[in-house]
């Protein structure tokens, strides 16, 4: 056993590396339990009486059930003979230490600031409802604890119980303390927790102000100087500052006052300062700054499940609302039940005023993906559309196993979200006017209307799960033809449409593809005991392709042939290859007519990327997540070479579930003796296998996870089972924690836009559609400045 290590409790520590500052009152020490936990001791060595106060405060706060993620959380507290035993969790810094480190570099947004005065506010006013002081309330007491999507969280740390309600000086800050604590003879005012609004008054300048004092204090007499000055004009008139908005600074005048009568109070600094984010179950970060959308019955915003590091989304409904109630319903009939169509139900949580449903995070809505369809002039193929039309019905059918009816099915609620195969998958979302069958009948009016049923309309007519049959075809129309089935302007245009089709079947235009035009006749139709069933449509012929299997051969049966892990040749190929490279083809405007083309126009694009990056190291040394982010993109290259060697021993690959074929050999032998595919391997190779091996930071979780994720793809590597698919899924997760640090870096603007344009590789060029590009568009030609500019930008929007 290490003879530096202590134990005191059922927590272990390293009495040299360990202890974090040796304070008059005792230690604080770094420590772990059992299970290897890491946690933080306060030591308040027993001596007079001084100490009982902050004792108290520290039970009151353990014994407290609601917590705040603003205040320290306290998990264990004993007592021996000499000390008081206090395990906290452990933050990373002071606020103070934070601020120098960040001030290096930047300063700190208005957005920052605002959220940071925010949290101070309301961890201050948890306190106050606990009836906790603050012994000491400056930057020094407030700690900082980093999550993993690098958010910030700060927590007051410094405690005590006052019951006469008044403050001891001698525990404060000079520079911190208020005129009145500075100065108690010369002012007969009862001490409050308004002395405290005054320190917060001097952060906040310093917040705004890149670290300067509000005073230069060298010794007391200046800063009773400072005070004397106040005292006469009462409120500090504050500086201007063109970064910081008006409203910010205003408050420091609010706050800096001599009076502690006229300073403006901790309620409403609250109410000024509303929160940027919530934490829920200490596991889900709500981004409240980033909203996805917002309706009737509430609003949706993006996510992070900081245990798992997944991004989700979290609806937000307050319990006020007409029928939250049913909607919580019908989600807890989901939840559990998974169903690849239907959105996937996380986690429910409900407290006084709201329930917050949260969900996997999808990539759009198909109404967004249309739009851009339809504003580029592409038509969607037959077998997309088809496709599209039996995710959502196998979703639908689901769910009326479930007992729901829809009631609102549109293009808006529902969403598409890439696999890692970079295929489109459907998700029906939004059953907020939903309903639970009891009856299998329900009367109340709820529905878009543009694709209402005409009894979903109506008044007191009963209606059932056919009304969203009848939706689906306003969509199939939708989807077919690029159009609604008729150009309606009002409520009354509608149901006068409607009315004509009670008496007259709906005449829809002939399509390519007669099935569509009679599924349409079939679903929309006025009566709904006409129109086609669920379980109908659920067989239709028009999916007997869908459901029939890609190829009677079984992905299991084919023998991967990767490429070594070593720099050993390739297997014999079975005509020679050049020893030396032949100049690499020049680019084709025409479209891909082989899938081999398309995947090495990616290994040309990640070739482009690991270039910009061997350009930058040349002046810099790469930090840590740009460095794992060309390591990803090397193992992209050689996951490309290595499906392209498969493509040469099998003649076809599998990619997604679907068999690709090489359509002429003779094209394809003459295409591979202009390629020496070895020595690009065996350039990429070398290219990875001299890259420094990289340490993760102490506290740097994202540069641990980036390095779990490099081992796992490794292991898929050893393991031969490796497409460039799989292999782009990893880069993805990890961009994805590291993707707004780098849009807000000093990075170069083209390894920025190349980064994003990788990243969304397969949404922008399916694999599934790669026929329809060119290798001159997927390896993209260098834009403007403003282009590259405008597209970084729009990726921003998204991310805050």
Partial sequence: MDRHLRKIGNYTFDAQKDIIVEGRRGPIIKCKDN?????CLKQIRKFGDN????????????????????????????????????????????????????????????????????????????????????RDFTPKTILVQRLINDRMILKISDYCINENGRIDPRTRTPYYQSPELFNPKSMKIKQSDLCDIYALGLIHYMMCFKGDNIVNVEDFSKLQKFHEDLQVMNAFQCPRNSFIPVELLS????????????????????????????????????NLKSILGSGAQGSTYN???????????????????????????????????DNENVIKIVDIIINTQDTYLIMEKCDQSLQSYLKEKFDSKQQLSENEIIEILFQIVQGYCFLKQLG????????????????????????????????????????TEAGTPLFAAPEVLLHGVAYDYQCDIFSLGVILHYLAFQKMFKEINSRRELIEFHQSIKNRPFECQKHNNPLFTELIKKMIVYDPSKRITWEQLQVHSIFDEVRKPQTNIQPQQIQIHTLPQQPNPLPQQPYPLPQQPNPLPQPNTNSF?????????????????????????????????????????????????????????????????RVYQVKSQRDFSEWLQQINCQQLYDQSLKNYNSMRNIQAPQNSQ???????????????????????????????????????????SNQSLKLKYFLLKFQNVFQEYPVQDYVAFSEIKLTLKILETNSMQNYIEGELKQNQ
């Fill in 251 to 286: 408050l420091i005048s609010k706050i800096v006052v001599y009076n502690p009568e006229d300073r403006i109070n901790w309620d409403d600094l609250e109410q000024r300062l509303p929160s940027h984010f919530l934490i829920l179950k200490d596991q889900y970060f709500v």
């Fill in 593 to 657: 007519i082989e899938i081999y083309k398309y995947i090495f126009a990616l290994y040309n694009l990640a070739n482009k990327i690991v270039q910009l990056f061997e350009e930058i190291e040349k002046e810099i040394m790469l930090q840590e997540q740009f460095y794992i982010l060309k390591q990803f993109i090397i193992r992209f290259q050689l996951s490309c070479l290595i499906c392209i060697n498969q493509l040469q021993k099998q003649q076809q690959i599998i990619l997604d579930g």
């Fill in 35 to 39: 299970q290897d936990q890491v946690y």
């Fill in 404 to 443: 729901v009816i829809h009631r609102d099915l549109k293009p808006d609620n529902i969403l598409l979200k890439k696999n890692q195969q970079g295929k489109n998958v459907i998700k029906i979302i939004d059953f907020g006017v939903g309903k639970i069958i009891g009856k299998d009948v329900t009367f």
């Fill in 702 to 744: 994202i540069i641990t996870k980036g390095l779990e994720l490099l081992n796992e793809l490794k292991n898929h590597f050893q393991n031969q089972d490796i497409t460039f698919l799989l292999t782009h899924s990893y880069f993805k997760k990890f961009f994805q924690l590291v993707k707004l640090q780098i849009l807000i």
């Fill in 51 to 134: 100490y009982r106060n902050e004792i108290e405060a520290f039970k009151r706060l353990k014994l407290e059930k609601q917590k705040h993620i603003n205040t320290l959380r306290v998990y264990d507290f004993w007592e021996d003979d000499s000390n008081f035993n206090i395990i906290t969790e452990l933050c990373e810094f002071t606020f103070e230490q934070y601020l120098i480190q960040r001030w290096k570099t930047m300063s700190l947004n208005s957005d920052e600031i605002h959220d940071f005065l925010g949290q101070i506010v309301r961890g201050y006013q948890y306190l106050r409802r606990l009836k906790i002081n603050v």
């Fill in 303 to 337: 996510t992070q499940d900081l245990k798992n590091n997944q991004q989700l989304v979290c609806k937000v409904i307050p319990n006020t609302k007409e029928g939250t109630s049913r909607e919580k319903q019908i989600f807890d009939q989901i939840k559990g039940k």
